[in-house]
């Protein structure tokens, strides 16, 4: 199993440019996130998918688009991508939280990037 | 208040030592707790679950306080390898994700 998969590892975009970052996982978790980590400012939820087909803001989802386009994959769209944006983007997925709490997440290697 | 905070450390500790990591959440309702590990330039990983009477796993402890809203971290006989960041996590007051701290950094020397 390779757990949660992410792609690419690193870009560099100008400000303006659009890119997408992929996230798969094959747990056959229903939820599944996505988080930017800037320094000084811990892991800060973007979106989540609770379940195929449903999608929810997080803290900081201004300038991002979500898609779950199946059980196994969830994408993060920047439209027009800003210098503020740069950072590392970590995909988590999990399975439903149960009865007594949340399970754990499991997290892929990330992707970092730089809007110049 | 922040809805989880942690001192930002650094920890600077030799080995063997014993060190604890605090954590205070803000959701009284609250009830997931874990303690994730990140180490330089890597994804964060989940090192133990929190329980209410509290749990071991080898020369970790973690210990719940449900009346002040805190959560405890302690290592025993440090080693090397246990230098990372240490993340304390809760679910947030929507009950709808998890909310990670900042973390607390430590380094392990000899």
């Known amino acids: 199993n390779a757990g949660v998969t992410q792609t690419p590892k690193f870009q560099v975009l100008k400000t303006g440019q659009s890119m997408t970052l992929q996230c798969a996982q094959d747990?056959?978790?229903?939820?599944m996130y996505w988080y930017r980590q800037d320094p000084g400012m811990g892991l800060r939820l973007i979106y989540y998918?609770?379940?195929?087909?449903?999608?929810d803001k997080g803290e900081v989802p201004n300038g991002y688009n979500v898609s779950r386009l199946n059980k196994r994959e969830f994408s993060l769209r920047l439209e027009s991508a800003a210098p503020s944006q740069t950072s590392v983007y970590f995909c988590?997925?999990?399975?439903?939280?149960?009865?007594?709490?949340?399970?754990?997440?499991?997290f892929g290697p990330g992707t970092r990037l730089t809007v110049l | 208040r922040k809805e989880v905070e942690q001192d930002p450390g650094p920890f600077n500790v030799p080995e063997g030592a014993t060190v604890a990591f605090n954590c205070t959440y803000s959701?009284?309702?609250?009830?997931?707790f874990f303690w994730y590990r990140q180490d330089c330039r890597k994804e964060p990983k989940l090192l133990m679950s929190?329980?209410?009477s509290g749990n071991e796993d080898g020369r970790f402890t973690a210990q719940l306080n449900r009346a002040s809203q805190y959560i405890s971290l302690l290592i025993r006989d440090s080693k090397l390898s246990d230098s990372a960041t240490y993340l304390c996590?809760?679910?947030?007051?929507?009950?709808?994700?998890?909310?990670f701290g900042k973390g607390t950094t430590l380094s392990v020397s000899s």
């Open positions: 988590a997925s999990s399975a439903s939280p149960g009865q007594g709490g949340y399970n754990e997440q499991f």
């Open positions: 747990m056959n978790h229903n939820s």
């Open positions: 998918s609770a379940s195929e087909g449903t999608t």
């Open positions: 959701n009284s309702a609250s009830q997931s």
């Open positions: 929190v329980y209410s």
């Open positions: 996590v809760v679910n947030n007051q929507a009950g709808t994700a998890l909310i």
